[in-house]
């Protein structure tokens, strides 16, 4: 079991790029959670899926982020017109509906807009 | 809308002593609660949770907690800390099994050997 992949680790994008991160959930599980850290917010939630459908995007920022899950083994989360204050880092979960319903993290993506 | 409280930003204990990370949170209803440790370059691990029943539940590495529905707590215990508990640890609502997490602040362990 590799546990939750995203990729890329690291990213360094100029004030305005896009950047897309990637998740690839362990196998079997069905939700995938993302969270974003950051040291004035701490960990917020952004936005997540179960069996590939959008359930709650309550805190994705109204403009600019967007997230898919095309299939059930991986989504993405894309952020365009990147701006210094996107720097943070992207944290993918995924879960299994068991009865224990925890989610594993994955490393994290660390994004650095300059 | 809930929310968690860490009250402590940062706590330093010797190695040896015993331990209690506090936790209050905000929710109207029943919370599933949870502590993560986050250690340095590492992701965030799951240490222990709690849904219903006994309200000390006990979790990894010697780890345990209480949940005080009439205080609005979920603080985590240790009898003994050890060098390698120094880490970042998170305490965590959620509303229904399944459902998004909402983090505490997050506490900073500093262990002196």
Redesign the interface.
């Known amino acids: 079991n590799a546990g939750v992949i995203q990729t890329p680790r690291h990213k360094v994008t100029g004030k305005g790029q896009e950047a897309t991160l990637w998740c690839e959930p362990i196998s079997g599980h069905s939700a995938v959670f993302w969270y974003r850290q950051t040291i004035v917010q701490g960990l917020e939630f952004l936005t997540y899926f179960r069996n590939q459908a959008p359930i709650d995007d309550s805190g994705m920022p109204k403009e600019r982020f967007s997230a898919q899950m095309p299939n059930q083994s991986h989504s993405t989360l894309k952020i365009q017109s990147t701006q210094p204050q996107d720097s943070a880092v992207y944290l993918c979960a995924s879960s299994i509906r068991d009865s224990s319903y925890e989610q594993y993290f994955g490393p994290g993506t660390r994004l650095t807009v300059l | 809308a809930q929310s968690v409280t860490q009250p402590d930003a940062r706590v330093t204990v010797s190695e040896g002593a015993s331990l209690q990370l506090r936790c209050k949170y905000s929710y109207s209803g029943t919370p599933?609660l949870f502590w993560?440790v986050q250690y340095p370059r590492?992701?965030?691990?799951?240490l222990l949770?709690y849904y219903s029943g006994d309200p000390v539940v006990q979790g990894v590495n010697g780890f345990e907690a209480e949940f005080s529905k009439s205080n609005s707590s979920f603080h985590l215990r240790k009898a003994s800390v050890h060098w390698s508990d120094s880490a970042v640890y998170?305490c965590v609502l959620?509303e229904n099994?399944?459902?998004?997490?909402?983090?505490?602040?997050?506490t900073r362990l500093t262990v002196r050997p």
């Open positions: 599933y993560y590492q992701g965030l691990q799951l949770k998170f959620s099994a399944g459902a998004k997490l909402t983090f505490g602040g997050g």
